[in-house]
């Protein structure tokens, strides 16, 4: 929650900007081209990045039982998980089952398609009020004999609901699944966000997020879970994701994950987030209804509502007059704003679900006074 080139940025969960140390970094110029591959110096320069930046995912989640893939962002990732799970089970002539949530991010719903192709059974279940019922998943697990995957979103990208990771290995111990977490927007974001369950099979993270470059994330792949890599090739990254590796991104993820250890304050994001929600109730109350309220956790930086009887398209466009820089439901290729499929999950219409606003604010900076008096003319005016 920033003021970029005079924008004020509430779009942190579409993307971050660079932390200082990445800018930094980039305005030397000292662009490492060699490929990590290489046994000369310069190649050996790109690999010692690469490993210095394992190095510091291995520490910040005390993840040493985990292998490290960089990627091209979290959607790879995702892609690579799930076929590589169902390639696994089709070598083991078992049948497969791929599980996921109606409040998962698009990269995991809509793999449908292709886990179906492979031969498997893609499954979505249900959550209530945002968060899942251990119980009604375990039964729905164990309804399916065969190999089954399920993916579980650590916080949720628009409504800011936070899952109990305890929680979930409860539900691999009483399934035997093989567990995906999807942790992109976990960096800077909850409570000891770095403290992840190590009885869990994988976690995905996505750089553009935390202030790394785009194009670039890892995944923590337990050294027990089986799996087969999706992108063969030359065998790089131990084969977990073949391609030369893109060192110059990798290591914007060190920097990243440093400047967050040291700089994110969640107490301070926290009291930003409820001082800017409590005013917004307070002031539109009877217009709006603030969607995740009930659920048991949720993070520090988002706040997602929805607009009662409004054209959505009205109110976008005049925050985006105002220079505030906000999301609404799914804007697709058209720039056509349809409704939210987390949204509707809540039981809301096609119509309130597509009258969605999402607020999502940085973890570092507190300038609650000057995003309220920038927000404040526009919600006056359209939301009164
Ligand atoms: C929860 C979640 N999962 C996955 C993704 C996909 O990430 P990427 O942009 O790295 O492909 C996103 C991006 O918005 C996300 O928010």
Known sequence: MKLINNYLYLDYNATAPLVKPVQDWLCEGAVYFGNPASIHQVGKKSKSLINQTIKKIQDTFNATKYDVFFHSGATEAINSVVKGFCFNALKAKESFHVFCFDVDHSSMVNQKEHVELLGGTFHVLRTHEGDFDRQEVVDALNEFKGEKLINFTYVNN???????????????????????????????????????????????????????LKGVGFTLVSKEASWTPLIRGGGQQKAMRSGTENAFSVHTINLALDYNLSHSNIERAQGV?????????????????????????????????????????????????????????????????????????????DQAATNVIRFSLSPFSQEVESIISKLDPVLSKFLS
């Open 273 to 349: 987030k409820d001082e800017i929600e409590n005013w917004l109730i307070k002031n539109f109350g009877q217009k709006i209804t603030i969607i995740g309220a009930k659920a048991k956790m949720r993070n520090a930086t988002t706040i997602f509502f929805s607009v009662h009887d409004k054209n959505i398209n009205t109110v976008m466009m005049a925050l985006d007059m105002a220079g505030i820089c906000a999301s609404s439901g799914s804007a697709c290729a058209s720039g056509i704003i349809k409704p939210s499929r987390i949204a509707k999950a809540y039981g809301l219409s």
């Open 158 to 212: 628009e409504n800011g609901v936070v899952w109990d990771l305890d929680e979930v290995l409860k539900v691999k111990e009483e399934t035997g699944a093989c567990v995906h977490v999807d942790c992109v927007q976990v960096v800077g974001k909850i409570k000891n966000w770095n403290q992840i369950n190590l009885g869990l099979d994988y976690y995905t993270f996505s750089g553009h997020k935390f202030g790394a």
